[in-house]
């Protein structure tokens, strides 16, 4: 069935470094890839997306990077921020236009100051 | 708008006793979904309604019900509680527009069996 690996679990950085977060999926037929963050004790929120007609997107801090051929995209946060600490899920939409989204197991950011 | 709207968000239940959590969502979203959050396993999809009328089952359904009553509203039901289906819960509605289908979350019910 279809499957989304998530990599690292934990990720621990100096605040103002940069944090790479990896994903892999099963479904070579997947064209959309969300991801959401979840602070602690709140709802996962969208922050950025890429579809499958685009390499990579950026938006201020935050990029993804998407390739096809090895089915892995990826979630880059520069000049990070304490408030940066949270979980990060990714996520790829099944097909069969049914638009439900597998996803990973999440990363637990902290950013230290 | 509210959004997605989930209650409870707290419940515990005795093991084998039964209950049904109720998601309504004002967004007139065609799509929505039952997820439970467990430590280190990410979410993972229960049930989905693709549109009213419609269910289908994700990757852990065993234990769940559902019934997608109208278009707003997508309840899911243990009918026999047990102390594996200790999670929070999160219902999710969703639309596919120009290609984007971005899921939102309702608050989550914490629910605990013992």
């Known amino acids: 069935g279809e499957n989304v690996e998530q990599h690292p679990s934990t990720l621990s950085v100096q605040e103002g470094d940069s944090a790479v977060i990896k994903c892999t999926y099963s479904?070579?037929?997947?064209?959309?890839f969300p991801w959401y963050k979840q602070e602690l004790g709140k709802r996962p929120q969208l922050i950025i997306d890429?579809?499958?007609?685009?390499g990579e997107k950026k938006d201020q801090r935050i990029a993804v990077t998407l390739n096809k051929t090895a089915k892995h995209f990826s979630l880059h946060i520069t000049e990070t921020q304490p408030e940066d600490s949270a979980v990060y899920f990714c996520?790829?939409?099944?097909?069969?236009?049914?638009?439900?989204?597998?996803f990973g197991a999440g990363t637990r950011l902290a950013v230290h100051p | 708008n509210a959004g997605v709207t989930q209650t409870p968000k707290f419940q515990v239940l005795k093991t084998g006793q039964s209950m049904t959590l109720q998601c309504a969502q004002d967004?007139?979203?065609?799509?929505m979904y039952w997820y439970r959050q467990d430590p280190g396993m990410g979410l993972r999809l229960i049930y989905y309604?693709?549109?009213?009328?419609?269910?289908d089952k994700g990757e852990v359904p065993n234990g769940y019900n559902v019934s997608r009553l109208n278009k707003r509203e997508f309840s899911l039901r243990l009918e026999s509680a047990a102390p594996s289906q200790t999670s929070v819960y999160f219902c999710?509605?969703?639309?596919?527009?120009?290609?984007?289908?971005?899921?939102?979350f309702g608050q989550g019910t914490r629910l605990t069996v013992v």
């Open positions: 967004m007139n979203h065609n799509s």
């Open positions: 309604s693709a549109s009213e009328g419609t269910t």
């Open positions: 890429i579809r499958s007609n685009v």
């Open positions: 479904d070579s037929a997947s064209n959309y």
């Open positions: 996520a790829a939409r099944g097909t069969g236009g049914y638009n439900k989204l597998i």
């Open positions: 999710a509605s969703s639309e596919l527009v120009r290609g984007i289908t971005e899921a939102f």
